[in-house]
Nanobody, 124 residues
Framework: QLQASGGGLVQSGGSLRLSCAAS????????IAWFRRAPGKKREGVSC????????YYADSVKGRFTISRDNARNTVYLQMNSLRPEDTAVYYCAPSRMGLQCSLIPPAPYRYWGQGTQVTVSS
């Protein structure tokens, strides 16, 4: 499973770093993606990173502000979020890419292991 953590309350323009820790999971066999769900909206892809060459992908809404990275030795993926905006407020989740080693920002489905995610709240 993958467990997201590191969320919190931050002012607009602030920063947070989210962590996604893997356990009981073949971390090296999947690209890992971050998703978020804002109140009343569908879950959307935010960023994804491959395992082979650390290629990264971002939704247009976060390009230039968010940076994804992974530490395979620690089975952890990070999402550094800078210049946060109120519209970034959401519950953030991590999950393996629906395309295995290749990245996809489309949420995997069906997927039973979303967990509670981590809440990010950006105040204006």
């Amino acid at each position: 499973q993958l467990q997201a953590s590191g969320g919190g309350l931050v002012q607009s323009g602030g920063s947070l770093r989210l962590s996604c820790a893997a356990s009981g999971f073949s971390f090296d066999d999947y690209a890992i993606a971050w998703f978020r769900r804002a109140p009343g909206k569908k879950r959307e892809g935010v960023s994804c990173i491959t395992t082979a060459d650390n290629s990264s992908y971002y939704a247009d809404s976060v390009k230039g502000r968010f940076t994804i990275s992974r530490d395979n030795a620690r089975n952890t993926v990070y999402l550094q979020m800078n210049s946060l905006r109120p519209e970034d407020t959401a519950v953030y989740y991590c999950a393996p890419s629906r395309m295995g080693l290749q990245c996809s920002l489309i949420p995997p489905a069906p997927y039973r292991y979303w967990g509670q995610g981590t809440q990010v709240t950006v105040s204006s």
